[in-house]
């Protein structure tokens, strides 16, 4: 799973340079063989554009204008004028499931856009660039199981992208609806062969991705005003853990995360054991669910035969992000901006130097942490000292 989040406000303010992000929205340097685009699959609805219809679009036809229509009439969006100190966003940060390559998007202050910038990918071995792709989003991304394609989210759809920047299949589905049309988050299930993406517009929407086929349509119907922003995948892939506000304000109502069945697309109930409004979600592989709440302040553990728990406790306060690693570590970020490394098989808890980093993921053996900072890009900690990746040139 990879996500997003952002607080919201009454009134929008983002800089000229992250304003498509906003809308939208956990190697080797060897050219690659062009990858096939997907077939579709019979019965996926293919070639059919209707309000609510999920399909798959071959990357070399035009995505329908009706899916560039992103933000509703009669909303107000203020940009701000971009920092010139910052040259990625602060989410995007994407680790292979091998563990050899990493992503971030690059942003130039002088552009119009995030185009300008596109996604970077590093080499997690040596820190150094190895593919730069001209792709157009500035949404959530995700790794396909072949280490070789991205998931890249964008305002109401997803493009399966290579590593030479070519986009091979769309994924479309989301609507507009009240709020401005994001993808905070998308997720790639266990075994590869599954996509889910997650709309402003209460749904989230199945695909269907093994091997060199495509197909859309399964719908997932959270209900109006649930405002969850992050997915994770059960292990075994039947199911999808939803949650983790994206916005507060005063009086908002609890959201619990819920468990979903993906092949009834039935509601299984919330998780039993997590209290108040969730703002951050992790899920471990044998099914521990962590939460975090602005009441109470602390890490809520709900275990798979539904004991519930608490972690550290915390400075009292809404804002957060959990991250869930190997052997029991996680990695906690509260509204002091302290962060926190925990080791729930030990109890041991250690701050660790932030390093003005915003989005963090660990490699898959827990022995490094990488996060992202908006001004030098994709960092590694060794668990002594935090290491900055090769900038990109330009």
């Not at 309000?51 to 679009?57: A, I």
Request: aromatic share 6%; with cysteine.
């Amino acid at each position: 799973m990879n996500d997003h989040r952002r607080r919201t406000r009454r009134r929008l303010l983002m800089t000229g340079a992250a304003l498509p992000a906003a809308l939208a929205m956990s190697g080797c340097g060897v050219d690659l063989p062009r990858l096939p685009a997907l077939p579709f699959l019979p019965g996926s609805g293919a070639g059919r554009s209707h309000r609510g219809g999920t399909r798959c679009l071959d990357g070399a036809e035009q995505v329908p204008k009706e899916y560039e229509k992103t933000i509703p009439e009669g909303t107000e969006v203020d940009p701000a004028p971009a920092d010139p100190r910052l040259r990625f966003l602060s989410h995007g940060l994407a680790l292979s499931p091998d563990g050899t390559r990493i992503t971030a998007y690059r942003i130039r202050p002088d552009a119009p856009d995030v185009k300008a910038g596109g996604i970077v990918v590093w080499g997690t071995a040596d820190g150094t660039v190895t593919h730069e792709l001209d792709v157009r989003s500035g949404g959530a991304i995700a790794w396909l199981p072949d280490n070789e394609r991205l998931i890249v989210g964008r305002h109401r759809y997803a493009s399966v992208v290579s590593l030479e920047g070519e986009v091979l299949t769309y994924l479309l589905g989301h609507d507009l609806r009240r709020d401005i049309a994001g993808m905070p988050s998308v997720a790639v299930s266990p075994d590869g062969s599954r996509v889910a993406t997650l709309g402003t517009d209460d749904t989230v929407r199945l695909f269907t991705v093994d091997g060199e086929t495509c197909g859309g349509g399964s719908t997932l119907h959270l209900g109006t005003d649930y405002d969850a922003s992050a997915l994770h995948w059960s292990s075994d892939g039947t199911k999808l853990l939803v949650g983790a506000a994206s916005s507060h304000s005063e009086g908002a109502p609890d959201n619990v995360p819920q468990w979903w069945d993906i092949e009834s697309r039935q509601l299984l109930g919330s998780v039993d054991g997590l209290t108040g409004r969730v703002f951050s979600i992790a899920l471990f592989e044998d099914g521990t669910v962590l939460g975090l709440a602005e009441k109470p302040s602390a890490v809520q553990v709900v275990a798979p035969d539904g004991t519930v728990s608490t972690g550290p406790e915390l400075e009292p306060g809404w804002w957060g992000d959990l991250v869930a690693g190997p052997d029991g570590k996680v990695l906690i970020t509260e509204r002091s901006d302290a962060l926190l490394l925990w080791d729930r098989t030990t109890d041991r808890v250690e701050e660790l130097p932030r390093q003005e980093t915003q989005q963090w993921c660990f490699s898959p053996d827990g022995a490094t942490l990488y996060g992202l900072s908006e001004t030098e890009g994709v960092m590694a900690w060794d668990g002594s000292q935090w290491q900055a990746f090769d900038m990109p040139d330009g």
